[in-house]
């Protein structure tokens, strides 16, 4: 019993961290696979018009859902700043979404919602492990170690009597 309390207390925060932006994602993904769906087969916009305004919307999304909740804990490094690299990131994240849409519609010649839903899932897949990665990476950066001399400083000097 005593290991399994030990594993998870090392692995507790990335646990949480793994649950909640599970949950951002979820609700981003219904956003963003519905969202495509619609634009692509009610609104009939081509399918990488469809994904990428989809995608925007669920990042925006995203963002803030994992800014405010999921990674509140970490260090805020500017709003600007995070914002910039999170959709920057997201961008790759979309590439990665295009170029299997892409190619199942353009190298394949699969039109229909089957393919087209297929190759949605495969990209947020792949575009969502690599979001996962660099989101912690460069986004939501770690709170910095604090060193005994900079608590020993803020607090001042010991004193015995």
């Known amino acids: ?4 309390r030990g594993v998870y207390e090392r692995f507790a925060a990335i ?7 599970g949950l951002i994602g979820g609700l981003a993904f219904v956003i963003d696979f519905g969202g495509t769906s619609l634009l692509r087969f009610g609104v009939e916009l ?5 994904k990428t305004v989809a995608t925007v919307v669920a990042a925006t999304f995203a963002y ?3 800014r405010y ?13 995070e914002y910039i ?3 920057l990131l997201n961008g790759v994240g979309l590439a990665i979404s295009l170029v299997v849409i892409s190619f199942v519609t353009y190298v394949l010649g699969l039109h229909d919602a089957v393919s087209f839903s297929v ?3 495969i990209g947020l897949v792949l575009g969502t492990l690599f979001r996962f990665w660099s989101y912690k990476k460069w986004v939501f950066l770690e709170v910095p170690d604090t060193p005994a001399s900079v608590v020993e400083n803020q607090a001042g000097p010991l004193t015995t009597r």
């Open 119 to 121: 190759a949605q899932i």
């Open 64 to 66: 803030f859902g994992n």
């Open 15 to 21: 646990l949480h961290e793994l649950i909640k932006f």
């Open 46 to 50: 081509g399918p990488l018009t469809s």
């Open 85 to 87: 690299m999170f959709f």
């Open 69 to 81: 909740w999921t990674f509140r804990h970490r260090e805020q490094s500017g709003l600007a700043r």
């Open 1 to 4: 019993m005593q290991l399994l």
